[in-house]
Every structure is written in C-alpha cells, then in structure tokens.
C-alpha cells in the first residue's frame, strides 16, 4: 500500500471515529441526561423517525418541491447575475449605472421580501424561487465583478497584440476565463446562501410544501425528533451539493490550477 492511500484511509477512519462519537454522545445526552424527547430526541429517535418518512414517501415529496424552488432561484441569479457582473466588470458606464441600485438593495435581508414575494406570486413554486433568488444573486454579482476587476492588464494588452481588439472576444477568450475562479467562489457562496434562504422561506409561508415547511409544520405538532430528521436532511443535502459543485469546478472548470496549493 501506497503512503498516498494510507494518509487517505487514516484520515477516512478520524472522520469515521468522529461521527462515530459524536452519534454516541448525542444517544447518551439525549437518552440518560436530558431524558425529554420534546427537548432533545436521541440519534434512535431520529433513525426511526426517518425510516418512517422514507416508508411513507413524504421524505422524496418534500426534497422533489425543495430542489425545485432551489433550482428556480439558483438558475434565475446565474442568468441575472453574471452579466450584470460582467458589465459591471468591464464596462464603466455600467458599473455607473448598476452600483448604487444594488448598494441600495444588497444589505435588505432576503427574508424582508417574503411578503412581496407572496403578494406577487402567490403561494407557488416561483415564490419560493424567488426569495431564493434574491439571497444568491448578490454574491455572484459581487464575485463576477471582483473577479473581471481583477485580471492583469499585461493579459488585455497581450490579448489586443495578437488581435482580439473589441470586448466580446477580449470577454470570452481573455477576462472571463481569467475571472472564473473568482465567479466560481460567487456562486458557491450564493448556493449556500441560497439553500438557508429557501429553507427560511418554506418555514414562514412562502411554500405549502417542502423540507423547510415540514419543519415548522412538525414542531406544531410537538414532533421534534422529525423536525431534527428534516434539519439534517437540510444538512447533508446542502452538504451533498456543495461537493458535487466543488468536484465539477475543481475537476472540470479549473483544472488547471490544480497543484496550485498543496
């Protein structure tokens, strides 16, 4: 066996031994110290509590409508998003125009916008998206921007020397690539962003469906060891999510800055 694969099995084992303590503790607070299934549930409480929404179906229902109001908001702020980004990267003009409306919107909180969502939209899908879209869309302006301000100049000039003179084929071929780490770290933040959003908006009547909406739903009823089976749900969903992004961008987008930092 390799030092490579072995460094890799120790470290999958501490992650392992972890969670593996962690679950112990939690069983032993929640079962012999706590002793309240309202205040704490135990990690048996939650297992069962889980095998039963999975039983009945509930669990892909509520996670199907979540990923959909996620999926509206997060496509909405990449195709608002990043050209508004961009122009205001590259163009002057445009971040003229762009800066002191987004400065004036940026710092209201997404969860300010539920009532206009709900009086716009009604209690749909797009609401729920919606909200969303307002929480994520802000960090992938800021990053495109940041990430277009940032490219070296000598990349411009040298772009300009072997014939790319107008912006579209500088912005493809030159700026854009040059910026898509920063762009990339925009819309990760925004998707994380996002999902706390979403589940924010399920929560307090946005949606009549969802992960979030099950949670509040479930504490109505004083189930609290479904409302912490729907929160790690929550958990390792935005988990899940985050890793396939990070392995597609890492692996695919910017391979070639792999080995950069060891």
């Not at 962690?22 to 939650?46: E, Y």
């Not at 609401?127 to 301000?149: C, Y």
């Not at 040298?158 to 493809?172: E, F, Q, Y």
């Amino acid at each position: 066996m390799s030092k490579d694969s072995a460094k890799g099995l120790s470290g999958r084992g501490i992650e392992l031994l972890s969670l593996a303590t962690a679950i112990v503790i939690w069983q032993l607070v929640a079962a012999h110290i706590v002793a309240d299934k309202f205040l704490l549930p135990s990690f048996t409480d939650v297992l069962f509590a889980f095998l039963r929404i999975v039983e009945t179906g509930a669990l892909f229902t509520d996670l199907s409508i979540s990923l959909l109001h996620f999926g509206i908001g997060i496509i909405s702020a990449l195709v608002i998003g990043i050209p508004i980004g961009v122009s205001m990267g590259w163009f002057k003009t445009a971040n003229r125009a762009f800066d002191p409306i987004i400065e004036i919107i940026r710092p209201i909180p997404p969860l300010a916008w539920i009532p206009f969502a709900i009086i716009w939209f009604g209690l749909t899908h797009i609401s729920a998206g919606f909200v969303v879209f307002v929480g994520a869309v802000f960090p992938i302006i800021i990053n495109t921007f940041d990430g277009f301000k940032s490219v070296p100049k000598i990349y411009v000039e040298a772009a300009k020397v072997l014939g790319c003179m107008t912006s579209v084929p500088l912005i493809r071929h030159v700026a854009f690539p040059s910026a898509l780490p920063s762009i990339a770290s925009g819309i990760r933040i925004a998707m994380g962003v996002g999902w706390m959003c979403l589940v924010a908006a399920e929560m307090f009547g946005v949606s009549s469906s969802g992960l979030g909406y099950k949670i509040w739903w479930h504490y109505y009823l004083h189930q609290m060891d479904f409302v912490l089976v729907y929160m790690l749900i929550l958990g390792f969903l935005g988990l899940l999510i985050d890793r396939i992004f990070r392995w597609y961008v890492d692996g695919r987008l910017l391979k070639w800055r792999a080995g950069v930092v060891v």
